[in-house]
């Protein structure tokens, strides 16, 4: 309110010094680098965590054991070009965007791992209303995978938009998924309307047919899937499915896939497949 700038160690230290709903800025400097040791909670509404970096200069947050974990338990918190780093085998979530809020805006982040055999379950699960996610990367670990890049676990119109999804998400690590993909719905929510999965790239590693999305058809969710770019190294020899939308509608989505069967796709209700290597 003094319009005097503060410094502070941490990104949480400089949320419990915010002001709700005044537009305050908590700017994380290039080379921050901050391992995490608990359950952060950004509970501050209407605040703006903003990152200063990019590449390995981006700022950090690392995850150091299965149970740490940030929390969003406010409304309207803006998130920008942070660096989500697990650095343990199967951290439970990476970002969870808590139940009973509204409003958050999660962008130009990247989710990662350190090594081999490091990972998250789910890198990033939402359970607000109005939320958007758009031009993050999610990058999973080839060996151990992930279960879901993102855990979509209910909310009015989620918007989910020019992500870049790349890597292993096959390893279910949690009860809450009926199987695992680079953007799933938690079977444990509750029905969401207004969903926007739209314009996103998942490349998928596995050579095991993993699914790229994975929309669970028990609760009867209303959407649309548009517009994505899905490929896959599947190589398995029977044809299996590579995406199961539930009761979203899709339409104009392009899949590609090493398996010689079916390479090219325009995957809607109903899959349109064409065949690229046959002489």
């Not at 999305?213 to 896959?232: C, F, P, Q, S």
Request: hydrophobic share 40%; glycine share 10%.
């Amino acid at each position: 309110e003094d319009g005097v700038a503060r410094v502070y160690t941490t990104i949480q230290a400089a949320v419990n010094a915010a002001s709700a709903n005044r537009g305050d800025v908590v700017v994380v400097l290039p080379g921050y680098d901050h391992t995490l040791a608990r359950n952060d909670s950004w509970n501050t509404a209407g605040i703006h965590i903003i990152g200063i970096g990019s590449g390995q200069n981006r700022p950090t947050l690392r995850y150091g054991a299965i149970g740490d974990q940030v929390d969003v338990a406010a409304n309207y918190v803006h998130i920008k070009n942070l660096r989500f780093m697990a650095d343990a085998d199967s951290v439970t979530i990476g970002l969870d965007l808590d139940t009973g809020f509204g409003g958050s805006h999660v962008e130009n982040c990247v989710f990662d791992w350190d090594s081999n055999a490091q990972n998250f379950v789910t890198m990033l699960r939402n359970g607000q209303d109005n939320v958007v996610i758009n031009n993050n990367e999610f990058r999973a670990e080839d060996t151990a995978g992930t279960q879901s890049g993102i855990l979509l676990r209910q909310g009015l119109y989620p918007t989910v938009k020019d992500n870049f999804f790349y890597g292993q998400f096959d390893s279910v690590g949690s009860a809450a998924a009926t199987a695992a993909g680079a953007i799933t719905y938690d079977t444990t929510g509750v029905v969401s309307s207004g969903v926007n999965i739209q314009d996103n790239t998942i490349v998928s590693t596995d050579s095991a047919a993993a699914l790229l999305i994975n929309i669970d058809g028990a609760l009867a969710h209303r959407g649309i899937v548009v517009g994505n770019k899905l490929a896959t190294y599947d190589t398995a020899t029977a044809d299996t499915a590579q995406v199961a939308f539930g009761s979203l509608l899709a339409l104009n989505n392009q899949m590609i896939t090493r398996d010689s069967d079916v390479q090219q796709s325009i995957v809607s209700t109903r899959v349109m497949r064409g065949v690229l290597d046959s002489g």
